[in-house]
């Protein structure tokens, strides 16, 4: 059963504290992206990444670190210098990254700091 | 800036109902719109992936069409049924990233 699994589902942070988000994929894809979703906002690109050992600052990287070690696997870490990291992540994989493929996406981690 | 907007923002219906919602972007340097389908405690699903003036896709009882001189996307949804209450995304894309809009929320009542 190919998807994308990110864990924890919800995760709880004290200020000034890293925490890591996993995401992994079975569906072979290339290309993989985090997202953060804020309350009235769409998604806002973090990250992104298009083969192993690459990736690419999205839109609002600042605070956040990725590495890319593995096809399978993005992790994405929010580091204590992101001021505002309570916010809905979600992981998406793309086969390409061709504008016309489709995003596959994760279940979604929400953090909340404390 | 690019932007994305969607609307409306929320829609109530009542099952049999026909709906229709839009979604506006920049008309210069497209390249592709997609719209997804994210129901409540699941992952989004990708609906189409449209980069064609003139583009009609359908799946089901869901289409959708796209302008690109003028910027816009209609999705229709026919005879909603309460398995399509969910929030429908669409993004577009110039050929480096998505962005998003912020969604349209459908709730369809039996």
């Excluded at chain 2, 109902?17 to 997804?36: K, R």
Aim: net charge neutral.
């Amino acid at each position: 059963d190919g998807g994308i699994t990110q864990s924890p589902k919800y995760l709880f942070r004290k200020e000034g504290q890293n925490v890591t988000l996993s995401c992994e994929q079975n569906l072979n894809h290339d290309a993989m992206y985090w997202y953060r979703q804020d309350p009235g906002q769409g998604l806002r690109l973090i990250y992104y990444s298009q083969i192993v050992n690459d990736f690419q600052k999205g839109d609002i990287a600042e605070g956040y670190s990725v590495s890319r070690e593995k096809k399978e696997s993005f992790p994405l870490t929010v580091t204590s210098a992101q001021k505002n990291p309570t916010a809905f992540y979600l992981c998406a994989s793309s086969i390409g990254r061709r504008p016309y493929n489709e995003q596959f996406f994760g279940p979604g981690t929400r953090l909340t700091v404390l | 800036i690019l932007n994305v907007e969607q609307s409306p923002q929320s829609l109530h219906v009542q099952e049999g109902d026909s709906t229709n919602f839009t979604c506006s972007f920049p008309s210069s340097n497209f390249y592709a719109l997609h719209w997804y389908r994210w129901e409540t405690a699941k992952s989004p699903e990708a609906l189409f992936v449209m980069t064609l003036n003139g583009d009609e896709k359908k799946k089901g009882r869901i289409s959708a069409t796209l302008n690109t001189k003028e910027g816009y996307s209609y999705l229709y949804i026919k005879g909603s049924q309460p398995e399509d209450s969910a929030t429908y995304l669409c993004a577009f894309t110039g050929a480096d990233k998505l962005i998003f809009g912020t969604g349209t929320r459908l709730q369809v009542f039996p």
